[in-house]
């Protein structure tokens, strides 16, 4: 039988109070991307390439945010009325759709594309027109309830906040991961209230009438507790971005990377780094930046956006880059700052050096040769350059009207041709 096409809906209309942000929720980076783009690249990892996203909230936001992801097809929320009504506004552009919708929310970031492969997978399995994702959490906090009937199958979902205290103390929970057969939930939207807490048309209850006209269901246990965070809070979004880290941090250690104090250690979720690399205490690393195999970064440096080290490169104490490349065996290691540079193999940076890269408004470029020293404290004006072997003695200030030539060595402020004082004589 044919596998029955698939399409993605997720609900990112709401303003969630608690942040207290003029900035739509689903903006806020979690590790260095959107909340929402982890939930966008889950769906394609998952293989469903064709997205209905409900914005309302700040919608300007965020679509000017994805404005370059041709396979999102925008619905708009206005007022929004819950998660059932957020459904029904799409049901324009799934006017005709026969086939498997997946809803989500786009406040999970930590939501894995393997997770969504189980329920799709389970949801054809078991010809059924709802499945939805379960998780156990020893602390429920304020996810809907899982309730079971004697044989162990789903009744119903009930909301946190019209749960008596029988069912708040189930620990079985809702995380919003699901898989419906369009045409039986479009033909059961209609049938929702608004009669709870809130005053709201929640898609639970579509479940449950699913269920009690008989539906075939599904439930499967496959999200893991930390999984299902969502963010409705700035504390939820210090933990999903902890957990994140920690995630990270865990495929680069697998991929043979050495993180010598993951607890202080902060890398963003587009950074490639090589296998026995060494990253120390305190570094923060920003993406997109690339870093070769055998590096040694930190303690306490801060890698920047655009930042690229070559095989062997060590970047040290207090080290700072933006927008810099490092070429092999590059060694800057204490107190420098190397913005919008190019750096040849094998030359060393000494301590405090700069490259000044702005004059307030552009930015300007600093080219490095191969094979140079550059001495402590030096400053090198952008836009400039020190050639191949190059040298440049401490505290010089190098100036865009006179770069270093290949070779030669260059001191003082401005920095000039060193020339040997002559030895002086009885």
């Not at 959490?137 to 008596?164: H, M, Q």
Request: contains cysteine; hydrophobic residues 40%; proline residues 6%.
């Amino acid at each position: 039988m044919a596998q029955r096409p698939t399409k993605a809906l997720i609900l990112a209309a709401g303003m969630s109070t608690r942040m207290k942000s003029a900035r739509s929720k689903v903006l806020h980076e979690v590790c260095g991307k959107p909340m929402l783009a982890y939930v966008l690249d889950a769906c394609r990892e998952a293989g469903i390439g064709d997205l209905l996203v409900v914005v309302g909230h700040a919608r300007d936001q965020v679509m000017e945010a994805f404005a370059d992801a041709e396979d999102i097809t925008w619905v708009v929320q206005d007022p929004q009325q819950g998660t059932a009504h957020a459904v029904m506004v799409a049901r324009e552009p799934l006017e005709g759709f026969d086939g498997d919708l997946v809803v989500l929310v786009g406040d999970a970031p930590m939501l894995r594309a393997e997770t969504l492969t189980i329920l799709l997978e389970t949801h054809r399995r078991e010809s059924a027109d709802v499945t939805l994702v379960t998780a156990m959490l020893d602390d429920p906090k304020w996810f809907g309830r899982i309730v079971r009937d004697a044989e162990g199958n789903v009744e119903r979902i009930v909301e946190a906040g019209d749960a008596s205290e029988e069912e708040r103390a189930i620990r079985e929970v809702n995380p919003s991961f699901y898989a419906f057969r369009w045409p039986a939930l479009d033909a059961t939207l209609d049938r929702i209230t608004n009669e709870n807490a809130k005053g709201e048309y929640y898609l639970t209850d579509a479940i449950e009438l699913l269920i009690q006209g008989g539906a075939p269901a599904a439930a499967v246990a496959a999200a893991m507790p930390d999984e299902v965070q969502a963010v409705n809070s700035r504390e939820d979004l210090a933990l999903v971005t902890d957990l994140m880290r920690r995630r990270i941090l865990k495929h680069l250690m697998d991929e043979g990377v050495t993180i010598e104090a993951p607890a202080g250690i902060h890398v963003d979720h587009d950074v490639t780094i090589g296998a026995d690399t060494v990253i120390r205490a305190g570094t923060v690393i920003e993406g997109p930046t690339r870093i070769g195999p055998r590096c040694r970064i930190g303690p306490f440096a801060h890698l920047r956006p655009g930042t690229v080290l070559e095989e062997g490169v060590e970047v040290g104490a207090y080290v700072e880059t933006k927008n810099a490349h490092l070429g092999p065996d590059v060694c800057a290691r204490h107190h420098a700052y190397l913005g919008d540079c190019e750096v040849g193999a094998r030359t060393n940076i000494g301590a405090g050096v700069l490259t000044a890269n702005s004059d307030g408004g552009e930015k300007y470029k600093t080219k490095i040769g191969a094979d140079a020293s550059i001495g402590a404290g030096t400053i090198l004006v952008a836009p400039t350059s020190v050639g191949d072997g190059g040298r440049t003695g401490a505290g010089s200030v190098v100036t865009r009207a006179h770069p270093v030539p290949p070779g030669a060595t260059y001191v003082g402020v401005p920095a000039r041709p060193y020339e040997p004082k002559p030895q002086e004589t009885e």
